[in-house]
């Protein structure tokens, strides 16, 4: 089966930044002025790539530009991308919630989206009642819905409550009862957008239980917007990479999320340094260059939760005879306070040096930590146990998961480490 | 290829033509209708201690004011007609018209949150409020029937007439209108919110330029041309001339009226299906 369900063409969407008021009406009338010479709107050109990190020099931004791609049916394409390129849009464009400023979308099937379940419950209405009213609104027939009431009802566990209004609903239940519907709508296409946030373990392994239901088993396709990468490359085929509005890549899954990984953008939290005499140190010893690498001694900014990590330190000795040591302290993204190492075992740990250039390497283990970001400080101490110099959250270490070691979970796994214990089960008694 | 790209069944565009109405789409969408018009409904006074009764008391105690404050102390002509008839026959109609327009104004903004997630045929919810607001004129009506009833039988100086079958093309034309300008301001305030506040008091002043509180008979010649040209005058007069009998049935008032509506209705179409595509951008 290689139908194409759904083909993007030169999709862009710009959008205007600042704020609406004063010079709209002015915009808007040049615009108008223009259409009825019939020349090009004028606004419509001025617009760059869409870099968040660097200030505009237009009013207008293109979230999208350019944008083609196919998926087929059956396919789950995971849609891939840092926070702000483009991801939302391109599913705002699809779900018909707004329109694209140029191309277009050509889609065979219904589509529905989960952005964001639960839209148009009224605090209100009893769970019931609300079932009926976001059915209808996400697209079902009053029939339709009878006819699964009973299953949707199920799928959520809310029947106790079913009908309470839904303001006395804890957000858990809520969420439930929305997914349940959202669930059962039966689209040809679904989208879904990071709703495996919410709900806990039990039922977000429903919910993914469901989604590839939809899509191995009804041959329906289904487009998934996550930053989880576990969960990407889990249940998607295919995946597309979106940068800064543009299409980076597009192709198989994981060929897709090693890219996404590999992808280095911001080198400085992993690299650092000095030219001659400006390193941190004193006349005696002088950093160079602080880094943190792979196995094979490449820069990275993310690394798998099974890789290990070197770092590398690198020093200049200006007077022989000096005895130092260091220490790596590691800290979680709330500032907590992991753990720290001094380089007791190294060999040259207090050992008198020659003059010259050194390196000192540091290996973290794999399968030590959890997923998530991680700041590393560095400090270098004399055999006095005094502080030559501190390094504060230099560098920082960012982890993914890539799915293996997980089972049939795909949810938020808690925890700053996560090592794999060992687990043995044997029969002890008849 | 080329055979493939028959058979789309949707097709997303930048724009489309200003008359692209997807009216099939609406069609299929009615059961949603019916849940708003459902929701609006049950909604609205849950958690009251009167709930319906509300419907009820609204219209009855702003036609008791309007008979003391107009009627009583201002002491200004009902062509005969029980005050309290006479202001309720008007306010119920204005009623519909205002709620109608005041409601369906805001249709963007009030739903920016589930429009900006969902996507469903928009003009579903301006229907759903003509819908709603029909059903509450009907609860309305009602209570207004009763009190013509206990009228008649007390002999009052009313005679309800054939002209009552024009009744529903004036609720028709009150909708039209309602929904009209509604969907115009509701259109341009999503840009210019402006609008918002003049919509607020600018249908309050409107019901003074209308005979809601006076008959046009009794007005003076030279003013009356500025009343008339108030598309809601002809309505409320033709309604009350239809149910009680009083004052004039205009024909010319009541052409004016239909061609205002059209127009209205068509200009608030277009604004309405041109906005819908791109508002959540400007909302």
């Given at each position: ?168 609903y ?96 911001n ?22 260059s ?13 690394f ?53 250039i ?67 089960t044997?029969?002890?008694n008849? | ?28 969408y ?22 319906p ?44 018209f ?20 969902v ?9 759903s ?47 039209g ?74 024909w ?32």
């Open positions: 089966m290689s139908n194409t369900v759904i083909r993007v063409e030169n999709l862009s969407k710009q959008y205007r930044l600042g704020e609406l008021g004063t010079g709209t009406i002015s915009h808007d009338l040049n615009r108008w002025w223009n259409k009825v010479r019939g020349k090009e709107d004028p606004y419509l050109k001025i617009g760059e790539v869409n870099d968040r990190t660097t200030k505009a020099t237009s009013e207008y931004a293109w979230a999208l530009q350019d944008i083609n791609f196919e998926v087929k049916q059956g396919e789950v394409l995971g849609i891939i991308g840092k926070n702000g390129a483009g991801k939302s849009t391109l599913l705002k464009l699809l779900s018909r919630v707004t329109a694209p400023t140029t191309g277009t979308i050509k889609a065979k099937g219904r589509i529905a989206s989960l952005l964001e379940v639960g839209t148009g419950f009224h605090e209100e209405l009893t769970g019931r009642e609300n079932v009926f009213l976001n059915g209808a609104i996400m697209g079902m027939s009053k029939a339709e819905i009878r006819s699964k009431f009973d299953e949707i009802v199920a799928f959520s566990g809310t029947e106790r409550y079913i009908d309470t209004p839904v303001k006395r804890s957000s858990g239940m809520r969420v439930r009862l929305a997914f349940a519907v959202a669930a059962h709508l039966e689209p040809e296409i679904l989208i879904v957008d990071e709703v495996l946030a919410v709900g806990d373990a039990e039922f977000q392994k429903k919910a993914i239980g469901k989604m590839q239901d939809v899509s191995r088993g009804d041959g329906r396709t289904v487009l998934f917007v996550s930053h989880n990468m576990a969960a990407v490359q889990a249940l998607c085929t295919n995946g597309l990479i979106l940068k800064n509005g543009t299409v980076d890549n597009f192709g198989e899954i994981n060929k897709m999320i090693n890219h996404y990984i590999d992808d280095n953008g080198v400085d939290k992993t690299f650092k340094e000095w030219q001659q005499g400006s390193g941190p140190g004193n006349s005696q010893i002088e950093l160079t602080v880094s943190i690498v792979d196995e094979n001694f490449q820069r990275k900014e993310q798998y939760l099974d890789e290990k990590i070197f770092i590398s330190i690198k020093f200049r000795i200006n007077e022989p005879g000096l005895k130092i040591n260091f220490s790596l302290s590691l800290y979680g993204k709330g500032e907590e306070y992991i753990l720290s190492s001094p380089s007791i075992n190294d060999p040259l740990y207090r050992v008198p040096l020659d003059r010259g050194y390196e000192a390497i540091c290996i973290i283990p794999s399968s030590l930590f959890n997923e998530g970001t991680f700041y590393l400080s560095i400090l270098l101490v004399n055999n006095q146990n005094r502080i030559i110099t501190q390094l504060d959250k230099i560098l920082s270490i960012t982890y993914i998961d890539d799915g293996k070691n997980r089972g049939n979970y795909f949810g938020h796994w808690s925890g700053l480490i996560r090592p794999n214990l060992c687990w043995n044997k029969k002890i008849f | 290829m080329k055979e493939q790209d028959e058979d789309w069944t949707m097709v997303i565009k930048p724009s489309s033509g200003l008359f692209d109405l997807q009216l099939k789409e609406v069609w299929r009615r059961d949603l209708l019916q849940m708003f018009v459902r929701r609006d409904f049950v909604a609205v006074y849950k958690q009251t201690i009167l709930g009764i509300w419907f009820f008391l609204q219209p009855l105690f702003t036609t008791i004011t309007f008979t003391i404050v107009f009627g009583k102390i201002a002491g200004m002509s009902t062509n005969g007609v029980p005050p309290l008839l006479f202001y309720m026959a008007g306010i119920v109609g204005w009623n519909y205002a709620e109608c327009l005041n409601t369906t104004s805001t249709t963007f903004i009030q739903n920016a949150n589930i429009f900006g997630k996507y469903f045929p928009r003009l579903i919810m301006p229907l409020i003509i819908v709603s607001n029909l059903l509450k004129f009907g609860v309305q009506l009602i209570l207004f029937l009763v009190l013509l009833g206990y009228y008649i039988i007390r002999g009052a100086d009313v005679q309800p007439n054939i002209y009552l079958l024009l009744v529903p093309f004036l609720v028709l034309l009150m909708a209108l309602g929904l009209g300008f509604g969907m115009l301001i509701s259109a341009m305030t999503t840009k210019y919110r402006d609008l918002k506040f003049l919509v607020g008091f600018g249908v309050q002043l409107a019901m003074y330029a209308s005979p809601v509180i006076y008959p046009l008979s009794t007005l003076p010649e030279k003013y009356k041309i500025y009343i008339a040209a108030n598309p809601m005058s002809g309505i409320i007069e033709a309604f009350r001339f239809a149910f009680l009998g009083s004052g004039t049935l205009n010319n008032y009541l052409i004016y009226s239909t061609l205002f509506t059209l127009v209205i209705f068509i200009l608030g179409v277009i604004t309405f299906n041109k906005v819908e595509k791109s508002f959540m951008d400007t909302v």
